[in-house]
């Protein structure tokens, strides 16, 4: 059973231009989020979906970003006109039940995002 | 508010010596807590979790946390260290009534040979 799978692995972006970041949940997970890891921190929660739904958003920048997890297909996290800030570690998180914080997150392994 | 607080910034521990990192929540009701590894340049991997019953938790790689709610805390510990536990450990919460996880900042684990 594969993991959670994020692509690509690394990104180098400059400023001004977008950036898209792919995951695919773990088969069987219907519940999908992002963290951000910005360099020398933790983990910080942005977004929480489930098909074709935002669930939760509170943690997600009110510009530039959005998210979506379509019926068919992986979630996308966007981010328009990227600035140095946006310099990251983007987790995609997945798991199988009721996406209340009870339930154990599977991570995948990240994209490493780079705003020259 | 929920938090998780880690802290130990960095550890430096012999091979073969004992270890414990320590960590405290922050959370009103029954927490949900976990321990977390990332090698460097990795993604994160599920060492424990702890949820109900037993205080005292087991997790693969020979580590065990205890929860104690008394002290708000759920130290990861583990008898004997190998120069593979180099990596960085992230604690966190999560609970019934939010669908998040908390992190804390992570303790950077350094094995001396």
């Known amino acids: 059973n594969a993991g959670v799978m994020q692509n690509p692995r690394h990104l180098v972006r400059r400023r001004g231009q977008e950036a898209r970041l792919r995951c695919s949940p773990m088969?069987?997970?219907?519940?999908v989020y992002w963290y951000r890891q910005l360099p020398e921190e933790g983990l910080k929660f942005m977004v929480y979906?489930?098909?074709?739904?935002?669930?939760?958003e509170s943690g997600m920048p009110k510009e530039r970003f959005s998210a979506e997890f379509p019926k068919e297909g992986p979630s996308i996290l966007r981010i328009q006109q990227v600035v140095r800030g946006d310099s990251a570690a983007y987790f995609c998180?997945?798991?199988?039940?009721?996406?209340?914080?009870?339930?154990?997150?599977?991570f995948g392994p990240g994209t490493r995002l780079t705003v020259l | 508010a929920q938090s998780v607080t880690q802290p130990d910034i960095h550890i430096t521990v012999s091979e073969g010596a004992s270890l414990e990192l320590r960590c405290n929540y922050s959370?009103?009701?029954?927490?949900?807590l976990f321990w977390y590894v990332q090698s460097p340049g990795q993604g994160l991997q599920l060492l424990l979790k702890?949820?109900?019953?037993?205080?005292l938790v087991q997790g693969i790689k020979g580590f065990e946390a205890e929860f104690k709610r008394s002290q708000s805390s759920f130290n990861l510990r583990k008898p004997s260290v190998h120069w593979s536990d180099a990596a960085e450990y992230f604690c966190?919460?999560?609970?019934?009534?939010?669908?998040?996880?908390?992190f804390g900042s992570g303790t950077k684990l350094n094995v001396k040979p």
């Open positions: 998180a997945s798991s199988s039940t009721s996406g209340s914080g009870a339930d154990t997150q599977y």
């Open positions: 088969k069987g997970h219907s519940h």
């Open positions: 979906l489930q098909k074709e739904n935002i669930i939760d």
């Open positions: 959370y009103g009701a029954t927490p949900y």
């Open positions: 702890y949820f109900s019953g037993d205080t």
């Open positions: 966190a919460v999560g609970g019934y009534n939010f669908n998040k996880f908390y």
